[in-house]
Nanobody, 125 residues
Framework: QVQLVESGGGLVQAGGSLRLSCAAS??????????MGWFRQAPGKERTFVAV???????SYADSVKGRFTISRDYAKNTVYLQMNSLTPEDTAVYYC?????????????????WGQGTQVTVSS
């Protein structure tokens, strides 16, 4: 069982930056054995893919965040980060961290078996 705890959300003005963190733990959890992803869900909308980093540190991003967001991982801290720059009101959502027990680079929610509780990001115009 993997436990994921997100932090770092908040209120920011358009053009600003935030860094989300996802602390992962579990009795047999090893960060390098999982692909870790970030998803987001805006009010009244479906949860959508944002970014993923594979066990081999290959990354993939949604087109809407490419060039603005960066996903990274710290093996020593068992933590995954999402650096978000040039934020716009369209980035407002609850952001979820997720873990997939696979070596493949996966981007769809059904592939992720563990989820955090989410952290709210609000971007004001």
């Amino acid at each position: 069982q993997v436990q994921l705890v997100e932090s770092g959300g908040g209120l920011v003005q358009a053009g600003g930056s935030l860094r989300l963190s996802c602390a992962a733990s579990g009795r047999t959890f090893t960060l390098g054995s999982y692909s870790m992803g970030w998803f987001r869900q805006a009010p009244g909308k479906e949860r959508t893919f944002v970014a993923v980093i594979s066990w081999g540190s290959t990354t993939s991003y949604a087109d809407s965040v490419k060039g603005r967001f960066t996903i990274s991982r710290d093996y020593a801290k068992n933590t995954v980060y999402l650096q978000m720059n040039s934020l716009t009101p369209e980035d407002t959502a609850v952001y979820y961290c997720a873990a997939a027990s696979t070596t493949r680079l996966v981007t769809t929610a059904p592939n992720f078996s563990s989820w955090g509780q989410g952290t709210q990001v609000t971007v004001s115009s």
